[in-house]
């Protein structure tokens, strides 16, 4: 999120992507109360905000291969330089997330304002003092229920430590192969929906029967809630015992690395850059937002389930994604005062990202019941994002040191 060369001159587009990126996280964390808790009425508006910012994490993740593909660091050197510098912020924000939630019950913040505002998805909530170490130390190895952003320093360590071996091809191919690349990986993405064709055909006369014999292995009589998101549907060689479909080296985030690397490069005129990127960011977002809409009024909808057309690595996210990217290419230009804020943001991003959930639920436990529900979300969303903005960007200032520890 803070990737930056001191060679390059700043990009003014860059860093409009990493402030849309920034806000798009802010929103999706503003809608999780609702998500979890929110009445059906409350829900369609997170399904129609919470649809169109799926790109969030794609974008950070294209921004990445933009800025650092090819990498011409080894293997060790981007441990030491890059994967180095996640732990002490990754260590820091994990401890104080774990503590937050006996924080706020020792500020006087109701138990149940702390699960349904800042913590919907933990479960059981602990706000006692001896769990604070459990909590932390689970959190070393597993997902954080406190801390649900810094999944994402997982990922970015794997795609850190994957650069150097991908680098070298992408120095000597050519763009034909590039793009071969990325159509297998696009191809690998619509297999996330393969269960889905699944269970279209074995409710039609017709398509019981073909899919019959392979139901009978993987499918109980009610597949919807037996199966978690429907990833129960092994493909292309995938089975019991093996797990990695005949795409499965082409799928994942590595796909959005190279698509962010091979679009910065991309020169298109403003008319072209619409025809291209509205039909992509209007079918993606259609795809996802009328997919969750109908999934979440299913009976039998998990809280894994409801977010299967919010995965980020699906087809119709990645068209939203390659589409807002093109888009902001055009903001080529900032006043000053603007340019020195998307600057300052570069600096900072990463410190600001690990930061924001706290101030986000924050400001959504202060607006609720002031605001209705289309407005608390973009104004949760962006105090949040101002809030945490305006603490680390002179934190950071103050020392190296502390700038390597906030992130």
């Not at 970015?156 to 150097?164: D, E, Q, R, T, W």
């Not at 690990?354 to 969303?381: E, R, S």
């Amino acid at each position: 999120m803070n990737e930056t060369n001191p060679e390059k001159p700043f990009v003014v587009w860059m860093g409009w992507l990493r402030l849309i990126a920034l806000l798009m996280v802010c929103l999706c964390h503003a809608c999780d109360p609702l998500s979890a808790f929110g009445t059906q009425e409350e829900r369609r508006w997170v399904v129609a905000i919470g649809s169109f910012i799926r790109p969030c994490v794609p974008l950070f993740v294209m921004l990445t291969g933009a800025l650092l593909l090819p990498t011409r660091e080894s293997f060790g050197g981007m441990a030491r330089r890059r994967v180095s510098r996640l732990v002490a912020p990754f260590l820091l924000w994990t401890a104080v997330y774990a503590a937050l939630p006996w924080l706020l019950a020792t500020c006087g913040v109701a138990a149940d304002a702390i699960q349904r505002v800042f913590f919907p998805f933990a479960a059981p909530l602990h706000t006692d003092a001896p769990s604070i170490a459990r909590t932390f130390l689970l959190s070393l190895i597993q997902f954080n229920q406190y801390a649900v952003q810094l999944w994402y320093l997982y990922l970015l360590v794997g795609l850190y430590l994957f650069m150097p071996i991908l680098s070298p091809w992408l120095r000597q191919t050519t763009p034909r192969a590039k793009l071969a690349f990325l159509a297998l990986w696009a191809a690998a993405l619509a297999l996330h929906h393969w269960p889905l064709l699944l269970e279209a055909l074995r409710h039609t006369a017709w398509g019981a029967p073909l899919v019959a014999d392979y139901l009978v292995r993987f499918a109980a009589p009610d597949a919807l809630a037996q199966t978690a998101a429907w990833d129960a549907y092994p493909i292309l060689g995938a089975c019991d015992w093996n797990t990695f479909g005949a795409l499965y080296p082409f799928a994942g985030f590595v796909g959005y690395l190279v698509l962010g690397h091979l679009l910065r490069d991309l020169r298109l005129g403003l008319g072209r850059t619409l025809a291209i990127a509205l039909p992509l960011l209007l079918a993606g977002y259609a795809a996802v937002a009328l997919g969750t809409r109908w999934l979440w009024a299913q009976p039998g909808c998990t809280a894994k389930m409801f977010e299967y057309f919010w995965w980020y690595c699906s087809l119709p996210v990645a068209m939203m994604s390659a589409a807002v990217f093109l888009l902001v290419k055009k903001l080529d230009r900032a006043p000053r005062p603007l340019r020195f804020l998307l600057k300052d943001l570069t600096r900072c991003g990463l410190g600001v990202f690990c930061a924001h959930y706290v101030f986000v639920t924050g400001a959504y436990y202060l607006l609720q019941g002031h605001l209705p529900i289309p407005l608390l979300i973009p104004a949760a969303a962006t105090l949040g994002l101002a809030a945490a903005w305006a603490l680390v960007s002179p934190l950071e200032r103050l020392h190296p040191l502390v700038r390597r520890l906030l992130g």
